[in-house]
C-alpha cells in the first residue's frame, strides 16, 4: 500500500524559511511524478509545485523565485524548499504523487500546517 508521509511545517516568521518533505513508502512502481498543494481556509486547494522525470518542474506564480521544487528518486521523497515565505503562504500544505504503472491514481498525503506570522 503506498503511503505519503510530510515533515517539516510549522511556525515561521515573515522572510523565515521552511523545508517541507515528503517521503513515499510501499513504492512496488516507479513514481511518475509528485507535487504540492496548499489550502487555505475558505480557499480552494491550488497547485504549488510540481516535478516529474524529464520535465520542468511547475511553479504557480505567487511562489516563482521563492520556493523550490526537487525529489530524490533513491528515496522515494520530494521536498518543497521555501524561502522568503509571507503570511498570504500559511495554509495546510499536501503531498501527492502518481506512480508510472498507475498514473490513474493520485495518491496523497494527510498535509502539513505552515502558518506564517509575527
Known amino acids: 500500500q503506498v503511503q505519503l508521509v510530510e515533515s517539516g511545517g510549522g511556525l515561521v516568521q515573515p522572510g523565515g524559511s521552511l523545508r517541507l518533505s515528503c517521503a513515499a513508502s510501499?513504492?512496488?512502481?516507479?513514481?511518475?511524478?509528485m507535487g504540492w498543494y496548499r489550502q487555505a481556509p475558505g480557499k480552494q486547494r491550488e497547485l504549488v509545485a510540481s516535478?516529474?522525470?524529464?520535465?520542468?518542474?511547475y511553479y504557480v506564480d505567487s511562489v516563482k523565485g521563492r520556493f523550490t521544487i526537487s525529489r530524490d528518486n533513491a528515496k522515494n521523497t520530494v521536498y518543497l524548499q521555501m524561502a522568503s515565505l509571507k503570511p498570504e503562504d500559511t495554509a495546510v500544505y499536501y503531498c501527492?504523487?502518481?506512480?508510472?504503472?498507475?498514473?490513474?491514481?493520485?495518491?496523497w498525503g494527510q498535509g502539513t500546517q505552515v502558518t506564517v506570522s509575527s
Open positions: 501527492n504523487a502518481r506512480l508510472t504503472e498507475r498514473r490513474s491514481i493520485t495518491y
Open positions: 510501499g513504492i512496488t512502481f516507479n513514481i511518475y511524478d
Open positions: 516535478i516529474s522525470s524529464g520535465s520542468t518542474p
